[in-house]
């Protein structure tokens, strides 16, 4: 549990940053806005499932709620009771019964296996002290065939640095070591943004689950 309670406060501490960051995302040169991006690499439609990986308060959980529908459901995942307790609170006040909340751990999301067309890990993934672990398990929580999507901040020497977490040279991860990464279990690279939202220090990356990814 002490691996899992240190992610946690560091995964707090992420939200943080990126709520104090949230005008870097905002749109640059009429870039559509982050949302539609995101449904549209994702290809979210009515009925479907979807996961939002360490969704701190819930914002993104919600928002993708209303892209799947009645029909449709969103696993939202997080790690220490505090921010569990603020995601339920949320949920309950914005949500008709579509999105689950679910407690993971340091080397588990705590999805069910099989349970996802895909997965959004946004400013999650390089908060990880057992990336490994975790990508095995998210493997198995996506369906054959099913996308994820991550978008990450490349290394920023001046942020703090996480306790556990592998060192990348600073807060973040860069890209080619995401994507290799991922490959070496089985994941391919679908497409990539080398500036989200116009911010040349974020990309994003569009994995699918390759028929020889971990959990298959």
């Not at 709520?19 to 995101?38: H, K, N, Y």
């Not at 449904?39 to 914002?59: I, K």
């Not at 008709?96 to 679910?102: A, L, S």
């Not at 095995?136 to 640095?161: C, Y």
């Amino acid at each position: 549990m002490r691996r899992g309670v240190a992610r946690a406060r560091w995964r707090a501490a992420g939200v943080a940053c990126g709520v104090a960051l949230t005008a870097i995302l905002a749109p640059v040169g009429g870039e559509e806005p982050e949302e539609e991006r995101i449904v549209r690499l994702l290809r979210l439609a009515p009925g479907q499932v979807v996961a939002d990986v360490g969704a701190g308060s819930g914002e993104w959980a919600v928002k993708l709620a209303r892209r799947v529908g009645e029909r449709g459901r969103v696993y939202a995942t997080e790690v220490t009771e505090d921010l569990l307790a603020a995601l339920s609170d949320r949920v309950a006040r914005a949500d008709g019964g579509r999105i689950v909340v679910v407690r993971g751990e340091a080397r588990s999301s705590g999805l069910p296996p099989g349970c996802c067309d895909a997965l959004l890990l946004r400013l999650v993934y390089h908060h990880f002290t057992d990336p490994g672990a975790m990508r095995a398990d998210l493997s198995r929580a996506l369906r054959p065939g099913g996308r994820i999507l991550l978008i990450e901040t490349r290394p920023q020497a001046a942020w703090r640095e996480l306790p556990e977490v592998p060192d990348r040279g600073g807060h973040g991860i860069p890209l080619d070591e995401l994507l290799a990464e991922w490959a070496s279990d089985g994941f391919v690279e679908v497409t990539r943004r080398e500036a989200w939202g116009g911010d040349p220090e974020r990309f994003a990356v569009l994995l699918e689950r390759g028929p020889d990814a971990l959990g298959r």
